[in-house]
């Protein structure tokens, strides 16, 4: 609890300057998996562990599965397979936490609630199995999900034999309200949950600007009011 004190502190002094940003990356889904990656460059950054060690280098998150990405002392890329140790991960002015069983980038916070959004692509094998392991054709042999922390993902060569640069996927996109290390979808409910004592600005905002708080680009701008007033 006081590294995630730490972290809210940290980050509600970074972000009270206010930035403009979309919520969400446009991602070009006809692009293979193994060239979308959620910054188009390395980027210096920390890695932030429980025992309380750091890795500072240079990083960036393969968008599948929001595969963490470093490179090595030859400048060759290679992943970080396990999070279960990660508290918290800075790349350039960007900041995330594992939460979900990803990398959820945190777009503001007040030093209590954060505002977070989770980008990441949900491969498909290449193949269908049936019974004994054995290939199936038949469309109701359901697609065998694939795990690149477990299968030990290389990014340089896009992965192993089932990891062709044909693998389909599909793109996944939210938005939450996070608090105590648990997420929350964007309701008015919520909103008035973690936010008590500005019930009436809520209903102001909402009256002024018909707010779909379902809406991520809207729900963050209301935040983006509440942590500001």
């Known amino acids: 609890m006081k590294k995630l004190c730490s972290l ?20 070009d889904d006809t692009r293979p998996y ?18 309380g060690t750091a ?6 998150i393969l968008l599948a599965y929001t595969t963490l990405c470093f490179l090595d002392d030859e400048g060759n890329p290679d992943i970080l397979p396990d999070m279960s140790n990660v508290t918290a991960v800075s790349i350039g002015r960007n900041y995330f936490i594992p939460l979900l069983d990803h990398y959820i980038q945190i777009l503001d916070t007040d030093g209590n609630v954060m505002f977070g959004v989770e980008q990441f692509l949900e491969l498909e ?40 640069e044909s693998t389909p996927y599909t793109v996944h996109q939210n938005a939450y309200l996070i608090r ?32 779909d708080y379902a809406n991520p680009d809207e729900a963050l701008m209301l935040f983006k009011f509440l942590t500001a007033h």
């Open 8 to 27: 809210l502190l940290f980050l509600s002094a970074f972000y009270t300057a206010g930035y403009a940003q979309s919520v969400f990356a446009d991602i």
């Open 34 to 51: 193994t060239e979308l990656y959620l910054f188009p460059a390395y980027m210096t950054g920390t890695i932030q562990f429980e025992d």
């Open 55 to 60: 890795y500072i280098g240079q990083l960036n």
């Open 125 to 164: 094998a290449e193949k269908r199995y049936g019974a004994f392991g054995r290939e199936e054709k038949s469309p109701n042999v359901p697609i065998e999900k694939r795990n690149l922390r477990s299968e030990g993902f290389n990014v340089s060569t896009g992965g192993r034999f089932l990891a062709g």
């Open 180 to 211: 105590n290390k648990k997420a929350y979808a964007l309701t008015e409910r919520n909103f008035r949950r973690f936010f008590p004592g500005k019930k009436a600005l809520i209903e102001q905002y909402a009256k002024d600007h018909s707010i």
